[in-house]
């Protein structure tokens, strides 16, 4: 359907690019980056300072051709592809190496900066030396140059492990006892001959209860179809009939049982883990504050406008606006960069989609030895399929509902319809929906926030009221300036859309995970029901696969306008699945009365399966990056193209969601049970310990570019994670004691004497699991008798919050003086912890919600700092691109763009590389005032783009 022309006016008139006439040839590189020069001296690469990989590749390039059939074509190289994975995708850092005014440069900058000795180079840099950072010798101060939220992860994990580790060692009194006689008679005898020694050592060491005693039960035969419900049921009930389940009934009881002492131990780990967590959110909020100002960058220096004039188009006007309206301490207010985004989405959209076919068309052409020009796309097709034989009948006939042809006679008439969508929506008259302005002093930042900032009610009213006419743009617009989030983290194809709408992807894609998740946990129990554990098992493997890929594919699709809230959302949603996955439903499938069992389906065990594959499997996985490996070694050398080639050698994804999910959900599995599994403070601190170092690794090593994540999932574990956490570790110490000794069995207080005549004397009984295993029972008149009652304080028909004495179902009680004394301390424990996490949740609540709607909420952080903005080393701009390329694919005018403000570089192109710019895809398009903007007035000329800058270096500085 054509769309309707709409008017252009009032877009102001932009120059026109001085090398578009060249962007056609430019272009040209986009599909052969292959470079005449020796890679080695061309970044000055030395054999010992290349990555493993890379070494073992040349090895087997040289030996065996199998491994590298792209030898045989001139217009690929392997080895440019691995360089580019480690100049490009891999974090550097400027090497001392370089001349002394380089030195002398790096060295006073780093100062001003308030850094250490290393100094992150950007990607591809290419100027000057640069090295790759050492896993074991860069410094955990040195990881924050990745961001202020990759540096609070690190902190964060560190603190975590010393949390853990101390403890466990607070909880050892309480691991020694489930060891001793004390606890469980037959201590010494576990049988756990079908496991390894680990996993003997550490049930040994936990609430594991082999210490068991055949007792009469009264009213068992009427709750029988208890019993019945679980495998492990069946072992721990018998009756004198092995044919049926008449007879008297006998059932296991539990000799173990837990004192007063052992409940002050397991509540002074629980007082400690929560002030620990509350100390460490204090002290993090400091930290983040110290990592910021020891870190400049450019969201320190620049504003967002979120609601500009639709007609205002010229970065000039901005500049002229902010430059004379706002003073720093009487001093006019120097603007050195200003981006004018436009809300042009589906245009770009059409356009990735375009160069994606473009570069699909360039495989097949080269994969047939044809040089590939992207001027000319229908000779290249058409000299791509002269040489293909006939299309069969037989295949005719399958395709006669679609289209038999050659698969670049398809991707060129694709081409050509996204041509003439592109041109429809070129036509459509496009409005400001965002400008950056960036200043060259901190101090002019902040007071223009000061001075602008509104609250969300003042916003939603439009009061200009509060705004000085002076301070209104054109005199009439008051503007909401807010401070943006790192140029690396915008996603600006969603800067168009509203909060409201994103709002309302938010809650339903979190009503879709938690159906998913719900329906996930009927399909475990009803595996564990009907089925068996292997059954249970599979479907829980299943789900794991299954759920993070919803979360993931619906979160992709929220509206998130910086990479740190699509992190955020992430990280609700998968630990959330991942704490009812890993630890709810374990507790679920598990009955009440196998929580301590000796057998396979006791809690203990099943949790120390969960540690193994934590310690074990997954760092594992991440360490050998398995994908990573097939696409360098075994994809990469098959690619047609350079390009092609290139794009295996990017790197994983780098998300912090995940990351940070791991720290919670390992917590959370600790906390959830710690009653049973007291150790388990040491496997979270060991685990916890491995990530720290697997984490690192995999970021100088296995990772791509990682965006600078600012601290939002931070401040979101702070306010909601971690309190929340701590919360169900109370709950659950408090039930855990509460439930002791998970038996189900009451001690009949005054049974009658019929009832003792039927029992006294010797019996022998069949146990159900098995009606061959037979034993003989002894009862006396001194023996007690016992009837069903339920101990499962969680799953009764009314709320038994909190887990104290009072709520023990009347007649039915069956904790003794000791156990009433410590679960009446833990019960209102429990209510004081849910009372402190429930505090933090309504004052981040309020903060986010009320208070920021109610008043102006702008506050600065710290202490301004006296450094340029052109003098930083990192003083990149906000510069509207599409990343997921092999550079990221710029979608705005960049011809008033200085070189410096550009965070990558491509070593086998010159700048402005017109070849990554959208904008010159269909030449007709690039001088229409269609596109984003940014200028920039930066005549420091202090970057370290030109090397020969440094040399005039001050040396008194």
């Known amino acids: 359907m054509q769309e309707e022309d709409t008017n252009e006016e009032g877009v102001v008139s932009l120059p026109n690019d001085p090398n578009a006439a060249e962007a056609s040839n430019e272009f040209v590189n986009e599909f052969s980056l292959s470079t005449e020069e020796n890679l080695d001296e061309y970044y000055k690469d030395e054999v010992k300072e290349m990555t493993r990989g890379r070494r073992i590749a040349r090895h087997m390039s040289k030996r065996y051709a199998c491994y590298d059939p792209s030898r045989k074509k001139e217009h690929l190289k392997l080895d440019e592809a691995w360089a580019h994975f480690e100049h490009s995708a891999l974090p550097r850092y400027i090497s001392n190496d370089n001349n002394d005014g380089i030195v002398a440069r790096v060295s006073l900058l780093a100062r001003k900066n308030n850094k250490d000795k290393l100094v992150k180079a950007e990607e591809g840099e290419r100027e000057v030396k640069t090295k790759l950072y050492s896993v074991c010798s860069t410094p955990e101060r040195e990881l924050s140059d990745f961001g202020l939220g990759v540096g609070i992860y690190f902190w964060t994990l560190r603190i975590t492990v010393v949390i853990c580790l101390i403890a466990g060692c607070i909880s050892i009194p309480n691991i020694m006892y489930f060891h001793s006689e004390e606890y469980d008679g037959n201590a010494g005898n576990y049988d756990g001959t079908d496991h390894s020694w680990l996993f003997n050592f550490a049930v040994s060491y936990s609430a594991v209860c082999t210490d068991t005693t055949w007792v009469p039960c009264v009213d068992c035969g009427e709750n029988v179809s208890y019993w019945d419900s679980f495998t492990g049921g069946l072992f721990r009930y018998a009756t004198t009939s092995a044919v049926n389940s008449e007879g008297l009934f006998f059932v296991k009881r539990n000799n173990c049982s ?118 000319n796309i229908d000779e290249m097709v058409e000299r791509c399929c002269a040489n293909d034989s006939p299309v069969p009948t037989w295949k005719k006939y399958l395709c006669c509902a679609g289209d038999a042809s050659s698969p670049a006679r398809k991707y060129l008439q694709k081409v050509r319809k996204l041509d003439e969508k592109a041109r429809r929506l070129a036509q459509k008259k496009k409005e400001v929906s965002h400008v950056f302005v960036t200043f060259q002093t901190e101090k002019a930042q902040r007071s223009v926030l000061k001075a602008l900032s509104r609250s969300g009610f003042e916003e939603m009213c439009s009061r200009n009221r509060s705004i000085p006419e002076t301070q209104r743009f054109r005199g009439e617009h008051s503007l909401y300036v807010t401070e943006p989030k790192e140029p690396s ?71 998130h306008k910086s990479d740190g809230a699509h992190e955020a959302s992430l990280y609700t949603k998968m630990t959330f699945f991942k704490w009812i996955n890993t630890a709810v439903i374990t507790r679920i499938i598990t009955s009440s009365i196998s929580t301590i069992d000796g057998g396979a389906e006791s809690l203990p065990h099943k949790v120390y399966a969960i540690y193994f594959s934590e310690l074990v499997i997954n760092p594992s996985l991440l360490l050998m990056d398995i994908w990573g490996q097939i696409q360098r070694h075994y994809l990469g050398p098959r690619a047609s193209t350079q390009e092609q080639m290139n794009l295996r050698f990017t790197g994983a994804d780098f998300s912090l969601a995940l990351r940070y999910k791991e720290i919670t959900k390992i917590l959370f599995l600790t906390f959830f049970y710690s009653t049973t599994f007291p150790g388990g403070f040491f496997f979270a601190a060991i685990s916890l310990f491995t990530n720290y170092f697997v984490d690192k690794y995999c970021l100088l090593r296995s990772y791509g570019s990682v965006p600078e994540f600012g601290n939002s999932i931070a401040q979101l574990s702070r306010s909601y994670i971690f309190p929340a956490a701590f919360a169900v570790y109370s709950i659950m110490l408090s039930y855990g004691y509460a439930e002791f000794p998970y038996d189900n069995l009451c001690a009949v207080g005054d049974p009658s004497t019929a009832t003792m005549e039927k029992y006294i004397g010797d019996h022998t009984i069949y146990i159900k699991g098995d009606t061959r295993m037979n034993t003989t029972v002894s009862v006396t008149e001194n023996n007690d008798v016992y009837e069903y009652c339920d101990q499962d304080m969680i799953s009764l028909d009314y709320v038994a919050f909190p887990a104290i004495p009072a709520n023990q179902r009347e007649g039915k009680e069956w904790m003794g003086e000791e156990q009433e004394r410590i679960a009446t301390l833990l019960g209102w424990t429990s209510v004081v912890v849910c009372a402190i996490a429930a505090i933090a949740f309504l004052r981040k609540f309020y903060y986010q919600t009320m208070h920021k709607f109610l008043r102006r909420t702008y506050k600065p952080v710290g202490k301004a700092s006296d450094q340029l903005f052109t003098d930083s080393l990192e003083h990149y701009g906000y510069i509207p691109s599409v990343n997921g390329h092999q550079y990221p694919l710029l979608a705005c005018n960049i011809s008033h763009l200085d070189e410096a403000f550009l965070d990558w570089s491509d070593p086998s192109s010159t700048y402005p590389y017109d070849n990554h710019n959208l904008i010159y895809d269909i030449p007709d398009l690039s001088e229409q005032q269609i596109f984003s903007v940014i200028k920039t007035w930066d005549n420091n000329n202090s970057g370290i783009k030109n090397p020969n800058t440094f040399a005039t270096a001050d040396a008194e500085e």
Not at 303 to 316: G, I, M, N, T, Y
Not at 501 to 512: D, N, T, Y
Request: glycine letters at 2%; aromatic letters at 10%; one cysteine or more.
């Open 258 to 375: 837990v004192g007063y002492k052992q409940g002050l131990y397991a509540f002074s780990t629980l007082v400690f883990v929560v002030l620990s967590i509350i100390i460490m959110n204090l002290v993090s909020r400091r930290r983040e504050v110290q990592l910021d100002e020891s870190q400049q960058t450019t969201s320190d220096y620049s504003v967002q406008v979120s609601d500009p004039p639709k007609d205002a188009f010229d970065p000039e006007e901005w500049k002229a606006f902010f430059s004379q309206q706002f003073d720093d301490e009487h001093e006019a207010a120097e603007v050195v960069a200003v981006t004018v985004a436009l809300n042009n989405e589906r245009l770009i959209r059409t356009l990735v989609k375009r160069r994606q076919l473009i570069q699909n068309i360039a495989a097949l052409v080269e994969s047939k030895n044809i040089p590939f020009d992207p001027t």
């Open 489 to 559: 983290t915008i996603l600006w194809h969603n800067l168009d859309n509203t909060t409201l709408l994103l709002i309302f992807q938010i809650i339903m894609a979190s009503a879709f995970v938690l159906v998913a998740i719900a329906c996930g946990c009927y399909l475990i129990m009803y595996a564990n029901e009907n089925g068996s554990v292997i059954w249970a098992t599979v479907t829980i493997t299943a789900i794991n696969q299954v759920i993070p890929r919803i979360c993931y594919f619906l979160t992709s699709h929220e509206a």
